[in-house]
């Protein structure tokens, strides 16, 4: 199958793979902040101010964040955003199981995750072409929409 041409090229598709399954993740971990403010507080209101945290860094960081990708070594701001975002995860989970986690650090955690993800989008997107042949680039970016959707989808459920 031609949309899978790219997943011949090794670097693509470990690179495809792994952010696969962080896109997954990413939508759980977004699913379950939500929910857990939803059950916490009950308001709509607060569940909406935690998803504009999560998505309004993202959008006003995006650029800086292209530059950043086309200045520095992708590879290492790829490793260094997913590192962040792992840390954020982390923290949130900690805070969470011990019982202390209030809302306002749910939605500073989102600020930080959506700035880390401006950072680390361009910089994959600007990576995929170099790992691949031109004859496979539109292979690469099916299968990159994909995995995002494919997250959209599996994450939530």
Request: aromatic share 8%; glycine share 8%.
């Amino acid at each position: 199958m031609k949309v899978l041409r790219a997943l011949r090229y090794r670097s693509f598709a470990l690179l495809w793979g792994g952010q696969t399954i962080s896109s997954i993740g990413d939508f759980v971990y977004q699913i379950a902040l939500v929910w857990w403010v939803l059950r916490v507080t009950g308001s709509a209101v607060a569940m909406g101010t935690v998803l504009i945290c999560a998505n309004a860094p993202m959008v006003l960081f995006l650029l800086i964040g292209g530059v950043a990708g086309d200045r520095l070594p992708r590879i290492p701001l790829m490793l260094v955003s997913d590192l962040m975002r792992a840390a954020i995860v982390g923290l949130v989970a900690t805070l969470a199981l011990a019982g202390s986690l209030r809302v306002w650090q749910v939605c500073v955690a989102s600020v930080l995750f959506g700035v880390v993800e401006a950072f680390f989008r361009p910089a994959y997107t600007a990576l995929v072409p170099e790992l691949t042949p031109l004859d496979a680039l539109p292979s690469a970016n099916a299968l990159t929409s994909l995995s995002l959707q494919s997250g959209r989808i599996i994450g939530p459920a």
